[in-house]
C-alpha cells in the first residue's frame, strides 16, 4: 500500500493550488483518504478527509470553504483543491489512508501509508 501526495509549489496569497494523491497497489474505492499538513516548527494537523461514500469530515476550520476534496476511484486518485491560499497554509501536504476502515476517523494514529508529502509556499 502506498500513496503518494503531489502536487505542491509556490503560490502568492490568493492564489490556488490543486494536489493530487495517487495510491499504488492499492484499491482506494473502499477506504478512507485524508489529506494532513505539518508546518514549519509545528505539529502534524488533519485538514480533511472523503470516506468511501464520498462523505467529506473538515478537520480544521481555518480552511472549511476554500478547501475541496474529490475523490476518483477509477483514477485510484483523491484531490485536494486550495482555493485562496493563505500564508499559514504553508506547509509539507501528505495523504494517508484509514484502510481498512471505510470512514475518516478523528484520530490520525488511524491512518497510515503516509508516504513523501509535497511542499505547499505561499508567499509574496
Known amino acids: 500500500v502506498q500513496l503518494q501526495a503531489s502536487g505542491g509549489g509556490l503560490v502568492q496569497p490568493g492564489g490556488f493550488l490543486r494536489l493530487s494523491c495517487a495510491a499504488f497497489?492499492?484499491?482506494?474505492?473502499?477506504?478512507?483518504i485524508g489529506w494532513f499538513r505539518q508546518a514549519p516548527g509545528k505539529e502534524r494537523e488533519a485538514v480533511a478527509c472523503?470516506?468511501?461514500?464520498?462523505?467529506?469530515?473538515d478537520y480544521i476550520d481555518s480552511t472549511k470553504g476554500r478547501f475541496t476534496l474529490t475523490r476518483d476511484n477509477a483514477k485510484a486518485t483523491v484531490s485536494l483543491q486550495m482555493n485562496i491560499l493563505k500564508p499559514e497554509d504553508t506547509a509539507v501536504y501528505y495523504c494517508a489512508t484509514s484502510y481498512p476502515r471505510s470512514d475518516c476517523p478523528p484520530n490520525q494514529r488511524d491512518f497510515r501509508s503516509w508516504g513523501q508529502g509535497t511542499l505547499v509556499t505561499v508567499s509574496s
Open positions: 497497489g492499492f484499491t482506494i474505492d473502499y477506504h478512507g
Open positions: 472523503v470516506s468511501s461514500d464520498y462523505r467529506v469530515t
